[in-house]
């Protein structure tokens, strides 16, 4: 079984969902299967905020916390940038680098 170190960076993280995959099996699904899931997570990261506005939502549908479906997101991030060989935290930085020197109004 895997454990993530304390106060893990988000290399950290990204290695955890590589090995996380391995060992669950998960590894060689297709990269259309995480996009697809990661957008069946955001649309229950809506549901659960629905829910913690007190918005109605289907009273017979699941629903989980607003902190589990961004968790599922991270995982899913990570599982779709590992495909790519993207480190994260560079991708990041490199995306606010441009940010900054972009007029907002």
């Known amino acids: 079984m895997l454990n993530l170190k304390g106060k893990p960076t988000l290399k950290d993280i990204q290695e955890y969902v590589k090995e996380l995959e391995k060992e669950r099996g998960f590894s060689d699904d297709p990269t259309i299967q995480k996009c697809l899931l990661l957008g069946e997570e955001i649309g229950e990261l809506f549901k659960a905020i629905r829910k913690s ?3 109605k939502i289907d009273k017979n549908s699941e ?6 479906e961004l968790a599922d997101i991270i995982i ?3 599982s779709i940038a590992n495909r790519y060989d993207i480190d994260l935290e560079d991708a990041f930085r ?3 680098e441009v940010n900054k020197k972009r007029k907002w109004s």
């Open 63 to 68: 629903h989980t916390s607003i902190e589990e």
């Open 53 to 55: 506005e007190k918005m």
């Open 76 to 78: 899913y991030l990570c």
């Open 94 to 96: 490199e995306k606010e």
